[in-house]
């Protein structure tokens, strides 16, 4: 009897895997094109484009924008033409190829006709925009594809190219994938308060939606080799560039943030001589304060580190009130960088990317619904006072 059960449960088994064949509609990878950089730029055909066109190979559309898609190892069949941001070489981990036109979907789809590999966007990693295209449309404009698209995943990283997007998306090492090698410098964060929290998609598309200004991280290009540096601000009302801060502005801004980052500060002894602090603690408390209808806030920060750098002359002292005088050098140093960041924030641009929004909304909450409408009019007249505590924890080993 329990042989007959246990016959009966393999042809039972067998039964199932006949009447289950799979996915049916599934395609190999090697089928694929797998694109994992997508980036936006105002509209510049290629030659490949105009050819097509001289012959009639066009369609209705508009000159709006261009869009590159960088295509991973392994999923391109062959080198196309129309590729563009390779090596003379021409011997890549990976392919460029770009189409101009006025929606990303349509552009998309027409890479049907002259790819034999679909397009697929599972594995994205980045999305670079220029800055250019991000003056002229709105984020929400640009972005409206990429948010539907249930192909492409809302943890790809989102940034803004000072210079044309292809080129950020282009390498001259030929063992260098571009969109592999930007999402990889956002983990150095730990060691740079120049670096900003990655913005991915979801991200993003959470901060327009709420109609909060925000700020994205910027790349610069040069010979071949991008750059993090500064970032750009957006307006939350229509999502479009209206300036950018430098890499001293975001230091300042690290200040202000409440999570702890990596960095640090440089100034100059008796001597003329370089002398360096570098943070390893940092608790900052933003205080907002409501008086009837005025607000005001307080930045309170704490930070302790080590002085790892010091020219100093031969006369070297490093105890007692020489390492007094450098922390108030450099708490000194830490509050101008934050008068010159919240200067740019609230008389140059007059919005609120360092998030005093949130202190006030968790704290004040009757408060915040009655100004949140039109908050970053509103925090530009703020007043912000801070002060900044730096102790120099550990004075570095001595060659003495």
């Not at 990878?29 to 050819?51: M, N, P, R």
């Not at 966007?121 to 990429?146: E, P, R």
């Not at 801004?253 to 640090?264: A, D, F, M, Q, R």
């Not at 922390?327 to 924030?345: G, H, M, N, T």
Request: with cysteine; charged share 25%; glycine share 8%.
């Amino acid at each position: 009897m329990i042989r007959f059960f246990m016959l009966l449960r393999v042809a039972l088994a067998l039964s199932i895997l006949l009447v289950i064949s799979g996915c049916w509609s599934s395609r190999e990878i090697e089928e694929l094109s797998v694109y994992v950089g997508l980036g936006i730029d105002i509209a510049k055909e290629t030659e490949f484009e105009k050819d097509i066109a001289a012959q009639g190979g066009t369609y209705p559309k508009k000159n709006y924008l261009t869009a590159t898609v960088q295509i991973a190892p392994g999923s391109s069949n062959s080198k196309q033409s129309g590729q563009s941001g390779s090596p003379a070489s021409g011997k890549t981990s990976y392919s460029n190829e770009q189409l101009t036109g006025d929606s990303l979907l349509q552009i998309f789809r027409q890479f049907a006709l002259r790819r034999d590999r679909p397009l697929i966007g599972h594995h994205l990693k980045v999305i670079v925009v220029s800055k250019d295209i991000a003056k002229k449309y709105s984020l929400v404009q640009l972005l409206d594809f990429v948010l539907r698209d249930n192909d492409i995943r809302p943890n790809c990283l989102v940034l803004i190219s000072h210079h044309r997007a292809l080129d950020v998306l282009t390498s001259d090492d030929p063992s260098r994938i571009p969109a592999f090698y930007l999402t990889g410098i956002t983990g150095n964060s730990y060691l740079s308060n120049k670096i900003l929290d990655p913005v991915l998609l979801s991200k993003l598309d959470a901060q327009m939606q709420s109609g909060s200004s925000f700020l994205l991280q910027n790349v610069l290009y040069s010979n071949g080799e991008g750059k993090f540096s500064g970032g750009s601000i957006f307006d939350g009302k229509t999502t479009k560039f209206i300036g950018e801060l430098s890499q001293t502005d975001l230091e300042g801004l690290s200040w202000i943030k409440p999570k702890e980052k990596g960095g640090v500060l440089k100034t100059y002894n008796k001597a003329g001589f370089t002398v360096v602090y570098e943070m390893k603690k940092k608790k900052t408390t933003i205080i907002p304060k409501v008086v009837g209808n005025d607000i005001s806030f307080h930045v309170k920060v704490d930070s302790e580190g080590w002085l790892m750098e010091d020219w100093i002359s031969p006369e070297r002292e490093e105890k007692g009130d020489y390492l007094r005088e450098l922390e108030k050098e450099f708490s000194d140093l830490a509050e101008q960088q934050i008068r010159q960041v919240l200067y740019k924030l609230q008389h140059t641009y007059k919005v609120d990317v360092a998030d005093f929004r949130d202190s006030l909304r968790i704290k004040e909450p009757k408060t915040w619904k009655k100004v949140k409408d039109d908050w970053d009019k509103i925090f530009s007249t703020v007043p912000i006072t801070y002060d900044v505590k730096i102790t120099i924890t550990n004075p570095g080993s001595s060659t003495e």
